[in-house]
Structures are given as structure tokens and as C-alpha cells.
């Protein structure tokens, strides 16, 4: 037990050392997961013509959001069938194209809707190799100086029903990463360095073949997720896995893949929502359906739902954007673009401001300031406070899917059609 909970210090001091990066944007929502950066001199204003350092196609259909190690900058992409996924690095400097790979053909892809696309989970990178999934296609591991392919997997089974979305985290050895369909749940551990699995851990939760209204559930919508776990760690206690899944938030242990506690009773499904930790809570939402997102305190064994909830906010919850925490404040956009500002501590509306819109990426928050994208191009940017200051409106030629990162001074953006360097 000693050694186990050294090891999983060990692992947690190297975890949060990446927060402190500061061109780095090594996975979904930064280093931190959950959208913050301590960039400073980033640009407020932009549009086409201002504050566009270079903008650079991407061809075909991906959502995945964009990370960054050093001058690369890398996400996938895949023909709108399905049947190529490929890989691409380009330059942060220039914005020209390294590497343009195709690592899959998918001879009969699964379903996917629009609103969707198969190539959405978002990479994960660190030094010398960045690692890729497509969720049940293919998943693979990169040297990011030859593009060679290290390793990969295609033997990991799901149904996703209308598609991937779940995206891979690193910690210590571990490359983690969620199966959430119509058939199988399950969260597996790979070894980073070779691929083969170190665990994997079925989701505990009894579905009892019922969907919302108690009806059989024969599609699987009840069952599917889209989210991305986190590990944090809280009082000194060894680090923890958040992973939510369909109808149950999840804490695992992440070096043995044990779940630690579990809440439930939330009827909602399609989980996408990235948890965040702040004021020594953990925030999650509950999914589609009457969306709500929860305080959860930490700690416990078993089922928690009775012991543990702190409070729960039900209004404008989003099912796509996740919320960020700034301070002592709760953040989000609803899907239909209500921005909401809770107390973080108590989960009471602060404030309510109508923008517009309709969202699925995440904000990220620099400098005090909120940045909001939307589907059709619009960012709005904010100033993170107990009042609704808007700071600016800016416009670009076409929408947001994949949620920003940030390296320098700089933000790059990922359209639907490009990649953007947006700099003062």
C-alpha cells in the first residue's frame, strides 16, 4: 500500500507539473483540462482581416481540437464516410502542413450524425510522441520528429452509436482512454509505450435495459458517452480518475483501474461534458436530457449520491461546451447560448445573459477574460465577474466544433474548414 501511494504521488506531481507550461497545450482544454491558461498579451479583438497571423486549410471533416508541443501543432481529420482518418502536424510558426497522415482505412465505418464527425476525440502530446484515437477505428501512437507509427490498436470494441467523441488523457505510463456505446462501457488503460493493455474496467452501473420514459431501451442511446476523464488529486490524497459515464459520475483509481465511488440517480445520457475541480469540489453535468451540473464532494466508497452531492444546478446546463471555473465563479454557456455565471460554492445563479448562438466547444479562460465559440464563427469574449461585462464580438468566415488552445500569446483556433494563429 506504501508504494502504491507513493507511486500515485509520484505520478501526480508529474501530472500537475504540466499546468505550469506555458506554450504548451498538450490535450482537450489545455493543461490543466479544464481550459485555463496562465497566457498573458493575448488578443481581445479579431476578425479576418485583424489579428491574423497565418490561416491555414484543413481538408475534410474533423472536430478534433488542436494541441501543441513545442512548433508542432497537431489534430486528425477523416473523409465525412469515415473510411480515411487521417493525422496532420502543422507548424505554429508558418502554419504550413509537416505532416498530412493517413493512419486508417475503414473499409465499414459506423454511424455517425452530422452534428458529429469521425475524426472528434482530440489528440493528447508530450515530448517526442503524440497519441491518436478514432475511438473503436484505430487508435495509434506517433513519434512527432518521423511521424512513424509507434504502436496501434484496433481490437478495442464499441458501438458509438452516432459516433466517437471521448478524448484520451496521459498519466504517469498510462494512456487512458473511454468506450462508452451502445453495447459495451468500459475505461482502458494502455501502456503509453507499447500499447498493450494495463486495465480495463467495465462501468458498474445497472442500465436495466430501460430508457428515460421506462421503456425497453433497445437503441443504446441511454448507454452511449462522449466525455473526457480527469485525474486530480485533493488533500494530499493519491490522485483520482473523474470519469462520468452514461447515468453515473465515476472516481477510479487510475493506476489499477478499481472504482473508488460512484453517484447516480441522473436520468440523463450522451455524457460529453468535461468534469472540472476547483474549491475542493468536483463539477460535472448529467448529459442530454433535463441537464444538470452537480457539486460533487470527493471522497467515500460505494454509491455516494446521498453523502456526497453538495448542490445541483438544473438551469441552462450545457450538453456539449463544459463549464470553467474561475475563482469562486461557475461558467457556462447553454447550447443554445445562455451564458451562466453560478457560485461555485453554493451552485446559485449569479447572473443570466442571453449571447445567441448555438455552442458545442469549450471556453477557455486567460487573463480574467472568458472567450465563448460558436457554430457559426462568433467569439465573445467576456470579463470573468459578478456581473455580465462583454468585452468584445468577434467574427470569423466559419464556425466552431473543436474548442481552442493556446500557446505564447497567441490562440489558434480550429474552424470547421482551418487553423488559425490569432495574435496581436
Not at 502530446?125 to 509507434?150: H, M, N, Q, W
Not at 438551469?315 to 453560478?342: E, K, Q, Y
Amino acid at each position: 500500500m506504501m508504494k502504491h501511494t507513493a507511486l500515485a504521488l509520484t505520478l501526480g506531481v508529474a501530472f500537475t507539473t504540466l499546468v505550469f507550461a506555458e506554450d504548451n497545450w498538450p490535450q482537450f482544454r489545455g493543461p490543466d483540462g479544464m481550459g485555463h491558461s496562465n497566457a498573458t498579451g493575448l488578443p481581445v479583438t479579431w476578425s479576418e482581416t485583424q489579428n491574423i497571423k497565418w490561416k491555414t486549410a484543413i481538408h475534410d471533416k474533423g472536430w478534433s481540437s488542436p494541441v501543441i508541443w513545442g512548433n508542432q501543432i497537431w489534430m486528425t481529420t477523416a473523409t465525412e464516410d469515415g473510411k480515411q482518418l487521417f493525422v496532420i502536424c502543422v507548424d505554429r510558426n508558418t502554419g504550413k502542413i509537416l505532416r498530412d497522415i493517413k493512419l486508417f482505412d475503414v473499409e465499414t465505418p459506423q454511424y455517425i450524425i452530422k452534428l458529429n464527425s469521425p475524426a472528434s476525440p482530440t489528440p493528447v502530446i508530450e515530448e517526442g510522441r503524440v497519441y491518436v484515437t478514432f475511438g473503436s477505428p484505430g487508435t495509434a501512437c506517433l513519434d512527432t520528429l518521423t511521424g512513424k507509427v509507434l504502436w496501434q490498436r484496433r481490437d478495442l470494441e464499441c458501438n458509438h452509436f452516432r459516433g466517437a467523441g471521448s478524448s484520451p488523457i496521459l498519466f504517469g505510463n498510462l494512456f487512458i482512454l473511454n468506450f462508452d456505446g451502445s453495447d459495451f462501457q468500459y475505461v482502458v488503460a494502455l501502456d503509453k509505450n507499447t500499447g498493450k493493455t494495463v486495465w480495463k474496467t467495465k462501468r458498474s452501473v445497472d442500465f436495466k435495459d430501460l430508457d428515460k420514459d421506462g421503456k425497453p431501451n433497445r437503441e443504446g442511446d441511454m448507454r452511449k458517452g462522449f466525455c473526457t476523464p480527469l485525474v486530480a488529486s485533493f488533500g494530499g490524497a493519491p490522485p483520482i480518475l473523474i470519469d462520468p459515464g452514461s447515468k453515473a459520475f465515476y472516481a477510479y483509481d487510475p493506476l489499477t483501474g478499481k472504482e473508488i465511488w460512484r453517484t447516480e440517480e441522473h436520468k440523463n445520457h450522451s455524457v460529453a461534458v468535461r468534469p472540472s475541480v476547483a474549491n475542493g469540489l468536483i463539477y460535472a453535468a448529467t448529459g442530454m436530457g433535463k441537464a444538470s451540473v452537480w457539486a460533487i464532494r470527493p471522497g467515500g466508497h460505494g454509491v455516494v449520491t446521498d453523502t456526497h452531492v453538495v448542490w445541483k444546478a438544473p438551469r441552462n446546463v450545457p450538453t456539449m461546451p463544459s463549464p470553467i471555473v474561475v475563482g469562486d465563479l461557475l461558467f457556462m454557456v447553454s447550447d443554445n447560448g445562455i451564458i451562466t455565471c453560478l457560485d461555485a460554492k453554493n451552485g446559485q445563479v449569479v447572473w443570466e445573459q442571453k449571447i445567441g448562438g448555438e455552442f458545442s466547444a469549450s471556453p477557455i479562460s486567460a487573463e480574467g477574460r472568458i472567450y465563448f465559440f460558436d457554430r457559426e464563427g462568433k467569439i465573445t469574449v467576456i470579463q470573468a465577474g459578478r456581473e455580465f461585462k462583454q468585452l468584445a464580438a468577434n467574427q470569423l468566415d466559419e464556425g466552431f466544433m473543436a474548442s481552442p488552445a493556446v500557446s505564447g500569446k497567441a490562440l489558434f483556433l480550429r474552424t470547421k474548414t482551418h487553423l488559425y494563429r490569432v495574435e496581436r
